[in-house]
């Protein structure tokens, strides 16, 4: 018996919201939330600060890498008492280099996503105040309408209130 209930509730749902005054009276938009993001200033200077804190970690691990090369040439010139304690030394430094590694790499993503987090509650904060100035309804990301009128886009008015919105600081 529910199940007969609920098929004709959402039969008449789907009527209903498919009669011409109702589709009259609703007010739908997209927005290529994907574009918005990659345009905002904020994620290109984001992305500057991680490229640049990624390449100061590459050049530490450089220097990590010549000192452990320095004690490989050093290892051959040593004799076989002295080469144990020195080989010792040399697996310690390669387990240092990994684990720096490693450690680098969960930092770089750790700041990554949680910037793409911040920047995404962004954006929607932006959809949210840019959707209820205009009076839509309904907004979409453009990634999930398979055909779309350019007259309901818009991409431009979120990017523009972002845009105004980001204080460089």
């Known amino acids: ?3 007969i209930v609920s098929a004709l509730f959402f039969a008449g749902l789907i009527t209903w919201l498919a ?8 007010k739908i938009a997209y927005v290529a939330v994907d574009e918005v993001f990659d345009n905002y200033q ?9 490229k ?6 590459e050049r530490e691990r450089n220097e990590m890498m010549n000192a452990l090369r320095a004690m ?4 051959a010139l040593l004799s076989a008492d002295s080469r144990a304690k020195k080989q010792e030394q040399l697996i310690e430094k390669k387990r240092q280099i990994e684990d720096f590694d490693r450690t680098v790499r969960q930092q770089l993503a750790e700041q990554r996503d949680k910037t793409v987090r911040e920047i995404f509650e962004e954006i929607d904060s932006v959809v949210q105040v840019v959707c209820e100035r205009g009076g839509y309804d309904l907004v979409f990301n453009k990634r999930v309408l398979l055909f779309q009128k350019s007259d309901f886009d818009i991409t431009s008015q979120v990017s523009a209130e ?3 919105r980001y204080k460089k600081a």
């Not at 009669?19 to 609703?26: C, D, L, N, R």
């Open 162 to 164: 972002l845009a105004k």
């Open 42 to 50: 904020k994620t290109k200077d984001q992305d500057l600060v991680l």
């Open 19 to 26: 009669s011409p005054a109702v589709a009259v009276e609703m």
């Open 52 to 57: 640049t804190a990624g390449e100061a970690k």
């Open 1 to 3: 018996m529910k199940k």
């Open 72 to 75: 490989e040439d050093e290892l």
